[in-house]
């Protein structure tokens, strides 16, 4: 396989250079009337907008994509997973590449299979060998972790590296710059791996990286709470400490989070067993480990970056921060109790809702 680098960034604090200008200060976004879609389905992953206003959505609980027209309110199945031709192997991870093409990124991370027109129409290989799932914005960079065999990429070693390269363009290995190391769980909890009993991990928040679509790289830090910004020219642009409200955690206040990240009943032995285990937790971040889920830390239409807030019970409201690409928060989205910003446009919001009995349905909300 050829090597595909052109440009290389290790996000590192002494591998790129500062911003000489941060951006402008973006507005609170201003979101219209929302369309509500009367399909129900069982586990709502992503959306995709085309360009002809037709909707692609990624349904992991039917382990299929479907179609609906935001006219009429049609839906049909597009693609189901399989080992088939026509089938996809793995929705685990799909990704969007330029215009209305899509990639399922195969089992094992090494390669994708190209989607469109609701066709599966090709598989590739994944540029590198990689850690974990990938990412690619619109204008052909990929972010990803090096393998530890991949040491010209910058793999091996307990430094954690994440690489954005451009494909397409071939050239020869790059030195690689140590990046910083990068811890998986949040200071804000006593619970660390290898204890026994093993820890409930609900109440941890770590690092998210992000592509957005136009080539900026978004990373979110939970303490301090912040977000640093590269764009694509190598440039950072780095927001201060972001205030939040201090909650401190009782006995009572994590049975309730259980109860709405869970599912459980408040009372009974599993319950019970997942309180007292969590007794380490004396504080809450600013988002718990939920946000690694779909629709925790993503990208609005206008670029500026959405992060879901800690939710205390199962009756609070659902809060989005909107951070802007100069790391200060323009604003906050409310929504109703378990909804969830799932996916963007160009011009919406794509909102899950679910009813008593857990059923998904989506809705469509304008931005201004």
């Known amino acids: 396989m050829p090597i595909i680098l052109a440009l290389l960034l290790v996000l590192a604090l002494a591998a790129c250079s500062e911003g000489p200008e941060d951006p402008e200060p973006a507005g609170a976004l201003e979101l219209s009337e929302a369309t509500d879609f009367d399909h129900a389905f069982w586990s709502i992953e992503d959306v995709w907008e085309l360009a002809d206003g037709t909707l692609l959505v990624l349904d992991r609980g039917e382990g299929a994509l479907f179609s609906l027209d935001p006219e009429s309110g049609e839906v ?13 192997r793995s929705f685990g991870n799909v990704i969007r590449l330029a215009g209305d093409t899509l990639a399922a990124v195969m089992p094992g991370n090494a390669a994708y299979q190209l989607i469109s027109g609701g066709k599966i129409v090709g598989q590739r290989s994944v540029p590198l060998d990689i850690l974990g799932p990938p990412q690619r914005d619109t204008l052909g960079h990929w972010l990803v972790t090096p393998s530890a065999g991949d040491a010209a990429a910058g793999g091996g070693g307990s430094v954690r590296h994440l690489v954005r390269f451009m494909e397409g363009e071939e050239g020869t290995p790059p030195d690689t710059v140590r990046s910083r190391e990068v811890e998986a769980s949040s200071p804000f909890t006593a619970l660390r791996r ?5 820890p409930v991990r609900d109440f941890d928040a770590r690092m998210h990286e992000r592509l957005a679509p136009d080539g900026w790289v978004a990373i979110l830090h939970p303490d301090p709470y912040r977000v640093e910004w590269l764009d694509p020219d190598g440039q950072w642009h780095r927001g201060g ?47 718990l480990r939920e946000a690694n889920d779909p629709g925790g830390v993503l990208f609005a239409p206008d670029g500026q970056l959405l992060v879901l807030r800690t939710q205390l019970g199962v009756s609070d409201s659902t809060r989005y921060d909107v951070l802007a690409r100069n790391g200060t928060r323009s604003g906050q989205i409310r929504l109703g109790p378990g909804e969830r910003i799932i996916a963007s446009s160009p011009d919406a919001l794509y909102v899950v809702v679910r009813d008593e009995v857990d059923l998904q349905y989506l809705r469509r909300i304008p931005v201004n």
């Not at 049909?76 to 996809?88: N, T």
């Open 76 to 88: 049909a199945e597009v693609l189901q997973d399989g080992e088939g031709p026509q089938e996809v």
């Open 194 to 198: 290898g204890e026994d009993p093993p």
């Open 241 to 287: 400490q972001l205030s939040f409200e201090a909650v401190s955690v009782d006995a009572a206040l994590r049975r309730d989070i259980l109860e709405r990240l869970r599912g459980l009943p408040r009372e009974g032995e599993q319950m019970d067993h997942l309180v007292e285990n969590s007794d380490g937790v004396t504080e809450l971040p600013p988002y």
